[in-house]
């Protein structure tokens, strides 16, 4: 593996949500999630790190070190079983339930678990993971933290009927012609989403410039290869990346990300598209160190 990242970074994207839900909510019927107090949408720090995974594993095919973790791909104790195999030298079978159900915290044995997962794994790399279950892994802090996104104005959830010209049963072909259901939509919704990359969990996990790169890369286009009826038409219309010069950075977060201004045009009533709203990055404020790149 290449050297860990060692600036610390942070980062913003503006994302557009179409006729669609970008994130719902499994106890409220899947409705797309809403801030009650204000009508602003919301979309889960597990939401957009789902799309990140699923960008990198379409991208990389989980070539060796770019494997995907939190996936329904086999029992997460088997992929721990696999790193214990790997330091004790041993076959998983030969694996002894009480060997490997406490983790061996801050000795050489533990260190080499959690690197053998944290290479192996991009989203443990990245994210970090809690891997204490019955064979325990222990924990990872990721060097990648993302916010909870929120829509820049209040959004309309429409709730549509639709309808299934195909049955199910004999006796709904004898008596109906076709069935109803029900799906809900945001006509149009602009988002923000802000993160940080930490420069001393990288170097906890092994998290690269590569894999940096990697991740920019999916912020970019991570909506292009996860498309849905459900999910309606999702862009990523902007991603900003503020690179500091040193591991500890030239300016705190807030600063960074004010430099960012997302404004409703003032003729406009009810958004409809990017182009109603004013977009503005202003980096006088910020050390000439810290170096802005935008997508």
């Known amino acids: 593996m290449s050297e860990p990242l060692k600036n610390r970074v942070e980062f913003s994207i503006l994302m557009e949500v179409i006729n669609g839900n970008p994130n719902g909510d ?5 409705h797309a999630r809403v801030d009650d107090e204000t009508g602003l949408g919301i979309i889960s ?10 960008y990198v594993k379409t991208v990389k095919k989980e070539a060796d070190g770019y494997r995907i973790y939190i996936d329904n791909d086999e029992p997460l104790n088997e992929k721990h079983k696999a790193a214990w195999a790997q330091v004790k030298k041993i076959e998983k ?9 406490n983790f061996p915290k801050g000795t050489e044995e533990g260190k080499a678990l959690q690197r053998f997962m944290a290479e192996q794994y991009f989203d443990i790399r990245t994210f970090g993971a809690v891997m204490s279950t019955a064979v325990n892994c222990g924990v990872l802090t990721g060097p990648v933290q993302i916010n909870f ?4 104005d209040p959004v309309t959830v429409q709730d549509l009927t639709i309808t299934r010209h195909a049955l199910t ?16 939509i945001i006509p149009y919704g602009l988002y923000r989403i802000d993160g940080y990359v930490s420069p001393g969990q990288a170097e906890k ?30 862009n990523s219309r902007k991603v900003v990346v503020y690179r500091h010069s040193s591991p500890l950075g030239e300016a705190p977060s807030w600063k ?21 709203y004013d977009v503005t990055l202003d980096t006088s404020s910020l050390p000439e160190s810290i170096k802005v790149t935008e997508y």
């Open 149 to 152: 996104g929120r829509s820049i």
């Open 45 to 54: 720090d597990v939401c957009t790190k789902r799309k990140i995974r699923n």
């Open 26 to 30: 499994p106890d409220n019927a899947n």
């Open 205 to 234: 996990t092994g998290f690269s410039e590569e894999d940096f790169d990697l991740v920019i890369d999916a912020l970019q286009n991570m909506y292009e290869v996860d498309h849905s009826a459900q999910r309606g038409q999702l």
């Open 169 to 184: 049963t004999e006796k709904d072909f004898a008596e109906k012609e076709n069935t109803m259901g029900a799906k809900n």
């Open 93 to 101: 079978a030969k694996l002894k339930a009480k060997e490997i159900e």
């Open 256 to 276: 960074v990300f004010d430099t960012l201004k997302v404004k409703k045009k003032d003729d406009i009533a009810y958004p409809r598209k990017f182009d109603d």
